[in-house]
Nanobody, 114 residues
């Protein structure tokens, strides 16, 4: 089972930026598409960004142009750069495999104040 440790969350004002990191282990990281997910209170977990093993990316519409996903295969780490943050981005953010996610980590809390 994949092991994932997310970090980098915090409290930020609207319009601010944060960079999330996720260290993965127990998988051949470079072979897998990865995703960043988020879950706000009372909502289902949603996929917000994904990156293939080859580096192609895609985003949910609400974050396009503001969030950037990237990966460093040498460090087994995936990142999420979040700019122009909005209060509606407030959620716990998780990383996991893009397909068949398992072994969810603790996530990292992102809170955006208005």
């Amino acid at each position: 089972q994949v092991q994932l440790v997310e970090s980098g969350g915090g409290l930020v004002q609207a319009g601010g930026s944060l960079r999330l990191s996720c260290a993965a282990s127990r998988i051949i990281f470079s072979s897998y598409a990865m995703g960043w997910y988020r879950q706000a209170p009372g909502t289902q977990r949603e996929l917000v960004a994904a990156i293939t093993s080859g580096g192609s990316t895609n985003y949910t519409d609400s974050v396009k142009g503001r969030f950037t996903i990237s990966r460093d295969n040498a460090k087994n780490t995936v990142y999420l750069q979040m700019n122009s943050l909005k209060p509606e981005d407030t959620a716990v953010y998780y990383c996991n495999l893009r397909f068949n996610p398992n072994g969810w980590g603790q996530g990292t809390q992102v809170t955006v104040s208005s």
